[in-house]
């Protein structure tokens, strides 16, 4: 029997300009998210409007927006672009506000 990795969980996840999403995951490792190339596929088109963008948050063990639009865990750490060895503030950027 083939046994998955486990994937850290997002404990934090903050929406940046252009479609990027600042996550933390809970083995100390931090990066953005670029959502870009996947807001012309199902639901995630709906995210395209930067209000509802804005409202991403922390659910479970990975990041959602309102009405059910989700990410795999696994999707959102290797798709996120991670900066080995630099510190949080250094990746964080500017906040969307």
Known sequence: MRMHAMYPSVTKAEPRGDYQIYVEFDN???GVLDMKPYLNFGVFSRIRDKNVFSKVRV???TIEWPGGI???PQFVYEKSDK???SS???VQGERVE
């Open 83 to 85: 900066k080995k060895g």
């Open 88 to 90: 949080r503030e250094s």
């Open 28 to 30: 100390d490792e931090c």
């Open 70 to 72: 989700d990410l795999d």
């Open 59 to 61: 659910s479970f063990d």
